[in-house]
């Protein structure tokens, strides 16, 4: 996932999925008529994570919140699509005002998970790694041996916030 403002390997826990405007919430289109749901997620969570990440004391963790969009390019701010109407300087200005929102990640899928969790009453979070710093561009540029390692991150949060619930860590 890429990050906004974060070196790459940090680990992102989301206080809240936003979308493009940095709201809290997934608009979708139910049967031809705009639904608005909230996409909070478990405040707890979020806060057994970063204390278990507190423990495990091995990478840098982060609480912030992530804007899911719905693309890669455009709605990223990427300026290496098929498609780009804006500039640098247009780019930087944004990714900094989602900076200000804080927001340290960006991705696609958070928002849609954490609304229909929501719906259903569920307990959720999210958990990503940031693979590079979208303040510094848009490509990646670890070694695939480093991006191995940095995707097992949040699996290895993850598998140590279940073991403690467990009563095995």
């Given at each position: 996932?890429?990050?906004?403002?974060?070196?790459?390997?940090?680990?992102?826990?989301?206080?809240?999925?936003?979308?493009?405007?940095?709201?809290?919430?997934?608009?979708?289109?139910?049967?031809?008529?705009?639904?608005?749901?909230?996409?909070?997620?478990?405040?707890?969570?979020?806060?057994e994570l970063m204390q278990c990440s507190t423990e495990l004391g091995e990478f840098t963790t982060v609480v912030g919140n992530t804007m899911c969009t719905m693309d890669f390019y455009e709605g990223q701010g990427r300026l290496d699509g098929a498609l780009c109407s804006y500039t640098e300087k247009d780019k930087q200005a944004y990714l900094q005002a989602?900076?200000?929102?804080?927001?340290?990640?960006?991705?696609?899928?958070?928002?849609?998970?954490?609304?229909?969790?929501?719906?259903?009453?569920?307990?959720?979070?999210?958990?990503?790694?940031?693979?590079?710093?979208?303040?510094?561009?848009?490509?990646?540029?670890?070694?695939?041996?480093?991006l191995v390692e940095y995707q097992e991150r949040p699996q290895r949060l993850v598998g140590y916030f279940i073991k403690k619930r467990l009563g095995k860590a």
């Open positions: 996932m890429p990050s906004s403002g974060l070196e790459p390997g940090s680990v992102v826990i989301t206080r809240q999925a936003v979308d493009a405007c940095f709201k809290p919430e997934l608009e979708q289109m139910v049967l031809g008529k705009r639904v608005v749901r909230s996409t909070d997620l478990d405040q707890q969570l979020v806060q989602a900076y200000a929102a804080g927001i340290r990640n960006i991705e696609m899928e958070s928002s849609v998970f954490a609304a229909m969790c929501s719906a259903c009453g569920l307990r959720a979070a999210v958990v990503c790694v940031a693979l590079l710093n979208r303040l510094e561009g848009d490509q990646i540029s670890s070694a695939h041996e480093v």
